[in-house]
């Protein structure tokens, strides 16, 4: 016990004293992760076009290349990182990385990816080589070959696994005379519908006039076809008592803007499984962020007790992707920083190192 007490006491004490350290998984062995840095990434010298963003996660230099501006793609990435400085020419730069004139040479970068067409890459590179901890400064060049693109969308079957959903916000509880205000918790509706495994005591009650938004693992959206269930809401019903009428309201934000998509009465969903209504739900051929459902139930029992929506599960079919395809109108791009040494504008910029000043 006192040998616990003992390291539970250091632990706390390194975490206090690392500011943006934290613990990132403690399931088997605790994996120390720093915050995440962003840098422009900038083309053709002067030009935003994305981030790059950078962590230390135990052994390993997190990073994460991403695309903010319209009509560019990434089509080739190469990273490296040391714990020395570039404009050393005794540093280990100079052995493979850059030129004796202090050209970066990116091909020889630890990271290199090419063939590329996305608007968001990540990877990590390990530096347990040479990594000291938090108080040893990166010297880190992100490299970048980024191009005009065209994107398509496209509206493809979900990934079974992965097409409940998956987060809410907006959660605003309504009217719930009568009943366990442990029923109103909206995280109860995440992920697969409880009752498919015979569970039908978790689930969230909306109350009467209340809403909830939720969104998926990626945009969803409607195929076209009306006779496939595009949304399937899944309500709690004991026995399916058909007396208990339940309604909600669905609608689907995109463009900006909230749209209505249809209503329901629970008692007119699908039965095919026992203790539960599914209400099936069409919709648009368009890229959907999120839906938001309303409670509009008006029924009570003799006693006073509201009858309310009891969503245990939200299930979308269809996601919404882009398909990108890179044209040859392509410039080189770095994350914004300091100019190495040799007569270019590549650059490489600073990590860490100063927390423990």
Not at 54 to 76: A, H, M, Q
Not at 106 to 124: A, I, M, Q
Not at 134 to 154: F, G, M, Q, T
């Amino acid at each position: 016990m006192k040998k616990f007490l003992v390291g539970f006491i250091l632990f706390s004490m390194v975490v206090s004293v690392i500011p943006g350290a934290v613990v990132d998984d403690c399931d088997t062995t605790c994996v120390w992760c720093m915050d995440w840095e962003p840098y422009g990434l900038y083309a053709g010298q002067n030009e935003l076009v994305g981030n790059v963003s950078v962590r230390v996660c135990g052994d390993n230099l997190e990073y994460k290349y991403e695309i903010t501006e319209p009509g560019w793609c990434i089509s080739e990435i190469h990273l490296m990182a040391l714990n020395e400085s570039p404009n050393d020419t005794s540093s280990s730069w100079y052995t493979k990385y850059v030129t004796k004139k202090g050209n970066p040479k990116v091909g020889k970068f630890e990271v290199n990816k090419e063939g590329l067409c996305v608007t968001e890459y990540s990877g990590t590179l390990d530096i347990s080589e040479f990594y000291d901890g938090p108080c040893d400064k990166l010297y880190i060049a992100a490299h970048a070959v980024v191009c005009r693109c065209d994107v398509e969308k496209k509206c493809v079957e979900a990934d079974e696994d992965n097409s409940w959903a998956v987060g809410f916000e907006n959660y605003i509880a309504g009217n719930g005379t009568g009943n366990d205000e442990n029923r109103y918790d909206p995280y109860r509706c995440l992920g697969v519908a409880n009752v498919l495994s015979g569970d039908r005591e978790n689930f969230t009650s909306l109350g009467r006039d209340g809403s909830i938004e939720l969104f998926f693992e990626n945009k969803i959206c409607g195929d076209g076809d009306c006779t496939t269930p595009d949304l399937e809401v899944y309500e709690i019903t004991y026995n399916q008592n058909t007396d208990w009428e339940e309604l909600i309201s669905v609608e689907a934000y995109y463009g900006g803007n909230y749209h209505y998509i249809g209503s329901a009465l629970n008692a007119n969903g699908s039965t095919a499984v026992n203790d539960s209504f599914i209400n099936y739900f069409t919709l648009p051929c368009e890229c959907i962020e999120k839906i938001r459902i309303t409670d509009m139930s008006t029924g009570a029992s003799s006693s006073g007790q509201v009858f309310d929506y009891d969503i245990d599960g939200v299930k979308a079919n269809y996601w919404c992707i882009s398909e990108y395809t890179c044209t040859d109108e392509c410039e080189t791009a770095w994350g914004k920083g300091t100019s190495f040494p040799g007569n270019n504008w590549a650059m490489y910029f600073e990590y860490g190192g100063c927390i423990c000043n």
